[in-house]
């Protein structure tokens, strides 16, 4: 090759390894999802009218009861309706929730409550509950009641109710349950749905801005929050 | 059924599935070698280095059997970013350079001027390196790669991609033709570490985030209960740590072959006084 050819083609190397590099760089700073954007928009379903807070109770396991509007009182709820032998829609949510909520600052993280409501009260025992939710993040809260307990507050959430599937010959049977996790902001409003799909840089983007929904009911600017990686 | 491994949004079971499309894929390429084997004639003496080449082009086969079919193929398509560059490794640092090599120097010389035509700019080593990288970064943006990933055309397509810029990248090492006497030797490692530098954006890029960057991958169900993001990084680690040792070899196959006087991954010999006259004319003019 002769220097002006070998210069050339050096050159467009050079330049062709700095777009690469360029465009990694980007990219990399995009993140995945919706991630970075900087709008009031979330990545949820927002409610057009938002709902309140409903007012059951569900025993934990440990047995104990759970009163839900008032255990998770000024905080961000995060509410799912599951059962631990799902195959994919409820341990993908899982987590990605628990991933994203590691990320948080410790002050903002105990802001937040997840609970895991069971749609398979006949097979989920509290321990099989709570050993499944272990594997996650051992401060998810799980309840469990009995199927009519829990369509009753689908209902109210106007959710549609759980369905069992059919037996099959070992005996296993898929549940249909609501795929969405619901948001009640701190001021006790079902603000957002978030359905099978919600990535973990969308859930890091959304968690401190619903956070910033007050009792006053309004996002609070002055509340600007250490916020995740790539907010 | 499925003839080409794609995400399928279900639950991993460890239940083997056929995938006729790879197995009619795999037999094609044989198929095609087979032929160009049988329309170049090889002299007696060339019987022990045919069994070889064809040995190794077997090889070649079976590797990308290995990683496009079940159980490897359908993790990399819809479950496990990491089982995905398992794929990726073989099929564009792995296989190619077998099958160049599985092809008797005198079948590429048999190419049609018109095809060596074609072949020479895209396979000079700058303009190979340079787009098989691009077209390596170019399947690897999760906007192409979850669309392609979702369905069998697209899986195929992404496969297909990638053994098309595994054989752009080696044709300049691994093939006899079109001759460039000025890439041998030490140009050829040169050459081979500049694919360590070009592959460091992808490397970064999918190793140094935060949250995984492939829809597929971070909502399919966990497998062997490893999480999106450690299954990301690790697929970001392969692929420095995989590439690096295939391409390390690779140099030191090279540069025993240079230190012996034979040529390289091709297999033929570089022009010497015994088989080229033009030096000893020029040191005699």
């Not at chain 1, 959710?159 to 249909?176: C, F, M, S, T």
């Not at chain 2, 095609?32 to 019987?47: D, F, K, Q």
């Not at chain 2, 090889?59 to 990683?67: D, Q, S």
């Not at chain 2, 992808?202 to 829809?215: D, S």
Request: neutral net charge; contains cysteine.
């Amino acid at each position: 090759m002769s220097p002006p050819i070998r210069r050339t083609a050096a050159l467009i190397f050079v330049a062709g390894l700095l777009l690469a590099l360029g465009l990694a760089a980007r990219l990399s700073r995009g993140g995945a999802g919706t991630a970075g954007a900087d709008d009031a928009s979330l990545a949820g379903v927002v409610l057009a009218e938002p709902m309140p807070k409903p007012a059951f109770t569900l025993d934990d396991t440990e047995g104990r009861p759970f009163r839900f509007q008032e255990r998770t009182a000024g905080k961000l709820a995060l509410l799912f309706f599951g059962y631990t032998r799902c195959p994919d829609v409820c341990p993908v949510h899982m987590a990605n929730l628990a991933a994203v909520l590691d990320d948080l600052p410790r002050e903002m993280r105990e802001q937040i409550v997840v609970v895991f409501v069971s749609a398979d009260p006949e097979r989920d025992t509290p321990e099989r509950i709570r050993e499944w939710l272990d594997a996650f993040d051992r401060r998810f809260i799980g309840l469990r009641g009995s199927l009519e307990e829990v369509n009753a507050i689908l209902a109210e959430l106007r959710l549609a109710p759980v369905v069992h599937g059919q037996p099959d010959a070992d005996g296993d049977y898929v549940v249909g349950h609501p795929a969405q996790i619901l948001a009640f902001t701190p001021d006790g409003l079902l603000r957002a749905l978030y359905p099978f799909g919600t990535r973990q840089a969308d859930w890091a983007r959304d968690l401190p801005r619903l956070l910033r929904f007050t009792a006053a009911g309004t996002l609070e600017s002055s509340t600007q929050p250490r916020s995740s990686r790539e907010s | 059924m499925q003839w080409w491994c794609s995400a399928l949004g279900e639950a991993w079971e460890w239940t083997w599935r056929p995938y006729p499309g790879v197995w009619a894929f795999l037999a094609l390429i044989l198929a095609a070698y087979i032929l160009v084997l049988r329309g170049t004639p090889a002299a007696a003496t060339e019987a022990r280095d045919r069994g070889t080449r064809a040995a190794v082009f077997g090889a070649a086969v079976a590797a990308l059997w290995l990683v496009l079919d079940w159980p490897v193929g359908a993790l990399g398509a819809g479950y496990l970013a990491s089982a995905h560059m398992v794929q990726f490794l073989v099929i564009v640092l792995v296989a190619p350079p077998l099958l160049l090599y599985g092809v008797p120097a005198q079948a590429y010389r048999r190419l049609p001027p018109r095809v060596i035509a074609v072949l020479r700019p895209i396979t000079h080593p700058l303009v190979a390196l340079i787009l098989s990288n691009l077209l390596a970064f170019a399947t690897h943006l999760p906007l192409v790669a979850d669309r392609l990933l979702a369905s069998q055309l697209g899986s195929f397509a992404i496969d297909v991609a990638w053994l098309a810029a595994g054989l752009l990248f080696w044709w300049p090492v691994a093939a006899p033709v079109p001759e460039r006497p000025w890439f041998r030797g030490l140009s050829r490692i040169g050459y081979l570490g500049a694919q360590l530098i070009a592959s460091k954006p992808l490397f970064i890029y999918l190793t140094f985030t935060t949250y995984p960057r492939y829809a597929t991958y971070e909502l399919a169900p966990r497998v062997l209960g490893i999480t999106a993001r450690a299954d990301q990084q690790a697929a970001g680690l392969m692929m420095e740590i995989g590439g690096m040792l295939i391409l390390l070899a690779a140099a030191g196959i090279l540069l025993l072959r240079s230190t012996a006087g034979e040529e390289a991954l091709d297999g033929t010999r570089p022009p010497g006084p015994a088989t080229d006259p033009r030096p000893s004319a020029r040191r005699a003019p």
